[in-house]
C-alpha cells in the first residue's frame, strides 16, 4: 500500500461548481499537509498548508484534515476555467528534514 | 516567484552516458530537494540537502548522485543514463521557518534513448 493514495480523476466539473479533492494516507506520524497546484508544464505552486487536525480558508479554496481518519480533503467553491489544473497532496514529518511525499494527483478540468 | 532555476530545461541524451542536472537558488534557502515527476507514480524524491555538503538519499536514488558546494547551488548527476530515468525532474527549496512551504522550479525534461 502507497502511503498517500488520490484519485487521478480525470475530473471534469462546470464553471461554478464546488469541487472536492481528497487523499488518504497509512502514516499516522503525518503531522503538516499541503496542496500543491500544478498547471500543464510548470512546476507545482503551493496552494494551502495545514499543521495537525482541522480546516484551514483561503478565499475560494478550503483544506481539512482529519487525522482521526487519516484523510484530507481540498475543497474550491465556485471554480473557474483557470482552475484548471493537476492538484497533488503532499505530507511530511516533523524531524524528517521535511521531505514530503505526494500522492498522485488529480487532474481537474473546469468547464465554462 | 521564489528564485529557483533548473538548467537546462530540455536534455535528449544517450544511454550510457553521464548527464547532470543544475538547480539554482537566490534565495538562500538551507533545504534543496530533487524530485522526479512519472505518469502513474506522481512525485517522488530523489535525493536531498539539509545543508552545504549535507545531502541524503531519497525513496528513488538508484543510478543517481547529487552534490552541493554552496548554498545556491545543487547538482543532481546520472552516473550512466538508462530510459527508465527518461522524466521530469523537479528542484524544490525549502526553510521551514513557521509555514512548511517548499517552493518548485519549472523542471527539466529528460528523454534518454
Known amino acids: 500500500q502507497k502511503e498517500v493514495e488520490q484519485d487521478p480523476g480525470p475530473l471534469s466539473v462546470p464553471e461554478g461548481a464546488i469541487v472536492s479533492l481528497n487523499c488518504t494516507y497509512s502514516?499516522?506520524?503525518?503531522?503538516?499537509f499541503m496542496w500543491y497546484r500544478q498547471y500543464s508544464r510548470k512546476g507545482p505552486e503551493l496552494l494551502m498548508y495545514?499543521?495537525?487536525?482541522g480546516n484551514k480558508e483561503d478565499g475560494r479554496f478550503t483544506a481539512q484534515v482529519d487525522k482521526s481518519s487519516k484523510y484530507i480533503s481540498l475543497f474550491i467553491r465556485d471554480s473557474q476555467p483557470s482552475d484548471s489544473a493537476t492538484y497533488l497532496c503532499a505530507m511530511t514529518l516533523a524531524g524528517s528534514n521535511y521531505k514530503l511525499t505526494f500522492g498522485k494527483g488529480t487532474l481537474l478540468t473546469v468547464n465554462p | 516567484d521564489a528564485g529557483i532555476t533548473q538548467s537546462p530545461r530540455h536534455k535528449v541524451t544517450e544511454t550510457g552516458t553521464p548527464v547532470t542536472l543544475r538547480c539554482h537558488q537566490t534565495e538562500n534557502h538551507r533545504y534543496m530537494y530533487w524530485y522526479r515527476q512519472d505518469p502513474g507514480h506522481g512525485l517522488r524524491l530523489i535525493h536531498y540537502?539539509?545543508?552545504?555538503?549535507?545531502?541524503d538519499k531519497g525513496e528513488v536514488s538508484d543510478g543517481y548522485s547529487v552534490s552541493r558546494s554552496k548554498t545556491e547551488d545543487f547538482l543532481l548527476t546520472l552516473e550512466s543514463a538508462t530510459s527508465s530515468q527518461t522524466s521530469v525532474y523537479f528542484c524544490?527549496?525549502?526553510?521551514?521557518?513557521?509555514?512548511?512551504?517548499?517552493?518548485f522550479g519549472q523542471g527539466t525534461r529528460l528523454t534518454v534513448v
Open positions: 524544490a527549496i525549502s526553510e521551514h521557518t513557521g509555514e512548511t512551504e517548499a517552493f
Open positions: 495545514t499543521y495537525s487536525s
Open positions: 502514516n499516522s506520524a503525518f503531522q503538516y
Open positions: 540537502s539539509y545543508g552545504v555538503k549535507d545531502t
